[in-house]
C-alpha cells in the first residue's frame, strides 16, 4: 500500500484512540445487480456492529462508500463520475471516501495509481475487514487496502441490514468458477463457494418473521451449489417450504447444466414462480463457443422444450451484442432465435472488453461502437414488441398480484408482479390492502414493461 499522504485538510471531527465508528456517518450508493445489493446489507451489517451510523444524506456524511459493479463499462464511467464529485467535496472538508466490490478488485492498481486519494478499496470478500480500514482512514489518514480473494468467506453468519418491504433476498453462493470468455465475475468475485442451508433456512425463516413474502434466492450459476448432501433444488423447496414466503424465485441458472430436479421444483411446487432467467448470450453456434458457454443452440432449444413441456413457465434471458468477431449473419442467428423463444423480457447487453478475461487476451474487440449500439437497438426493439404481445395477451384476463408498495409515480397507486415477474399497477381506491397480499387483479392495458388494471372490491 503506498504510504501517500491524503488529502484531509479539515477533519470534522476530533480523532481520538477509538476505532469504533459511532461518531461517523456513512453515506453508500450501490451499483449493479441483486448480488451487490445483497452485498451493501451485509456491509451495513458489518458496519452497524462497529457503531458507524448510515444516512441517507450524502451531505451529511464523514464517509463515502460506493459499492460497485464491474460487469460493463458504463458502471466504470458512472462511478468515476461520482468518484470526481466528491473529490471536490473531500477537498473542501474532508471526507473519507471508499470503493468497495467488483470494481476495487479488478481495478485496484488503475484506482490507486490515478484517484490516490481514494482512502480504501475493499474487495467482495474482504468486508469484514472495512471498518477497521475506515478507522484507521478516518482517524490517522492513512490509506486501506483489502482485496484479497477468498476460498472460504460467504459471510455466513452476517446477518444481512434490510431496508425492509415484503422482497428478499439471499446469496446461496458466491463466486463463478465458469469462466465464460467475455465475463471478469471470476475475477472480481473468486472461486465457487455454497453456503451451508441450515444458514439460508434460519435467514429465510428470519426474513419471514420480518414480513418478507416473496424471497429471491441469488448465485452466477444456482446450478452448482452443493452443500453436503444437499443441492439447489432440494435447497429451493426447502426455503419455499418456510411458513410464510408466499412467492420464491431463483437467478441464474446455466443452461449447460440446469438439472431435471430443478424443473420439477418450478413445476410442482406453487411457491415457487413460474418463471426461469435463461440467459442465452448469443443465438449462434460460433459465437457460444469463443464465449465459452458450454451449450449449442440446438442444446438450449432442447431444454427450453423441456421447460415448456412442463407447463406455463415464462422465460427471461440475457443477451450480448456485438461479442468478438460477430458478423451480421451472426448476429442474425440471435435476432431469429430471439423471435422464436419469444421471452417474457430480455436484459441486452452492448458487449464490453473486460480486464484480465480470456477475451480480452485472446479475441479482438474489433466489432464497431456504432454497429454494437445498432444491434443492440434491433434487440431491444425486438423484444418491446414480444413482451408487449405477451402483456397484451393478458387484456380483460384476472392475474394473481402480490404487493410490493407504492408506484413509483403515484401514491395513489399500488405496484406488484405478477407470478411471472411482469409488473402491475392499480389504484388503490380505499382498498385496505397491504403490501405482501396477494390480490387478483383485473388487466386493462399494457405497455412493454407494465400491466394497469383494477381490483376487485
Ligand atoms: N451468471 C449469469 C449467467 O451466466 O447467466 C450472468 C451474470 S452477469 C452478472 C449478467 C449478465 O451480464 C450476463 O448474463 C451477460 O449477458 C452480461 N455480461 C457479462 N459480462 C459482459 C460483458 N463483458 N459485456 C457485456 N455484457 C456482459
Ligand atoms: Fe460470468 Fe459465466 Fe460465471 Fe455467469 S456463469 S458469472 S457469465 S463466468
Redesign the pocket.
Not at 467475455?182 to 465475475?185: A, I
Not at 437467478?251 to 443452461?255: L, N
Given at each position: 500500500m503506498s504510504p501517500t499522504p491524503l488529502l484531509h485538510p479539515k477533519r470534522l471531527k476530533p480523532a481520538s484512540s477509538s476505532t469504533e465508528g459511532s461518531r461517523y456517518q456513512v453515506y453508500m450508493e450501490t451499483f449493479?445487480?441483486q448480488?451487490n445489493e445483497y452485498d451493501t446489507e451485509l456491509v451495513r451489517s458489518i458496519m452497524k456492529a462497529r457503531g458507524f451510523q448510515f444516512t441517507p444524506v450524502d451531505e451529511e456524511a464523514d464517509v463515502i462508500l460506493f459499492n460497485t459493479?464491474a460487469?460493463?463499462?458504463n458502471a466504470h464511467n458512472r462511478l468515476y463520475g461520482h468518484l470526481a464529485r466528491y473529490k471536490a467535496r473531500k477537498k473542501e472538508r474532508g471526507l473519507v471516501i471508499g470503493v468497495l466490490g467488483c470494481m476495487a478488485q479488478n481495478l485496484k492498481q488503475e484506482l490507486l495509481e490515478t484517484r490516490s486519494w481514494i482512502d480504501v478499496l475493499v474487495g467482495p470478500d474482504a468486508y469484514r475487514r472495512l471498518p477497521d480500514l475506515l478507522s484507521d482512514a478516518l482517524e490517522h489518514q492513512r490509506q486501506g487496502l483489502a482485496v484479497d480473494l477468498s476460498e472460504y468467506e460467504t459471510y455466513a453468519q452476517i446477518v444481512p441490514d434490510r431496508a425492509g418491504g415484503v422482497n428478499g433476498w439471499i446469496a446461496v453462493m458466491r463466486g463463478?468458477d465458469?469462466f465464460?470468455s467475455?465475463?471478469?465475475?471470476p475475477y472480481t468475485r473468486g472461486r465457487e463457494r455454497s453456503r451451508d442451508p441450515e444458514g439460508i433456512l434460519e435467514e429465510a425463516q428470519r426474513l419471514a418473521s420480518q414480513g418478507v413474502r416473496q424471497i429471491t434466492l441469488l448465485?452466477?450459476?444456482v446450478n452448482s451449489y452443493r452443500s453436503g448432501g444437499w443441492d439447489f433444488a432440494r435447497l429451493l423447496v426447502a426455503v419455499a417450504d418456510v411458513p410464510g414466503i408466499q412467492r420464491v424465485r431463483f437467478?441464474?441458472?446455466?443452461?449447460k447444466d440446469f438439472p431435471p430436479a430443478l424443473l420439477e421444483a418450478v413445476a410442482q411446487h406453487h411457491i415457487i414462480c413460474n418463471q426461469i432467467?435463461?440467459?442465452l448470450?448469443s443465438g449462434n453456434d460460433r459465437m457460444l463457443e469463443r464465449m465459452g458457454?458450454g451449450y449449442t443452440c440446438r442444446e438450449y432449444l432442447k431444454l427450453v422444450e423441456a421447460i415448456r413441456g412442463k407447463g406455463p413457465i415464462v422465460l427471461t434471458?440475457?443477451?450480448?451484442?456485438g461479442?468478438c468477431g460477430e458478423t451480421d449473419e451472426e448476429f442474425q442467428d440471435t435476432y431469429n432465435i430471439v423471435k422464436e423463444m419469444k421471452y417474457q423480457a430480455a436484459?441486452?447487453?452492448?458487449?464490453?472488453?473486460?480486464k484480465h478475461?480470456i477475451?480480452a487476451r485472446k479475441y479482438p474487440d474489433d466489432i464497431p461502437e456504432q454497429v454494437k449500439g445498432y444491434r443492440t437497438n434491433q434487440l431491444i426493439e425486438l423484444q418491446k414488441e414480444i413482451s408487449l404481445q405477451h402483456n397484451q395477451d393478458l387484456i380483460g384476463t384476472e392475474v394473481d398480484v402480490m404487493i410490493e408498495g407504492d408506484a413509483k409515480k403515484s401514491n395513489q397507486q399500488w405496484m406488484g408482479h405478477t407470478e411471472h415477474n411482469v409488473t402491475v399497477v392499480w389504484p388503490k381506491e380505499g382498498s385496505s390492502y397491504l403490501p405482501g397480499d396477494l390480490v387478483s387483479i383485473s388487466i386493462q392495458d399494457a405497455t412493454p414493461s407494465t400491466l394497469y388494471g383494477l381490483a376487485h372490491s
Open positions: 449493479g445487480c448480488m459493479c460487469i460493463r463499462e463463478c465458469n465464460c467475455f465475463c471478469v465475475v448465485g452466477q450459476n437467478t441464474s441458472p446455466h443452461p432467467h435463461l440467459p448470450q458457454r434471458t440475457d443477451l450480448i451484442c461479442f436484459f441486452v447487453f452492448k458487449y464490453s472488453e473486460r478475461t477475451a
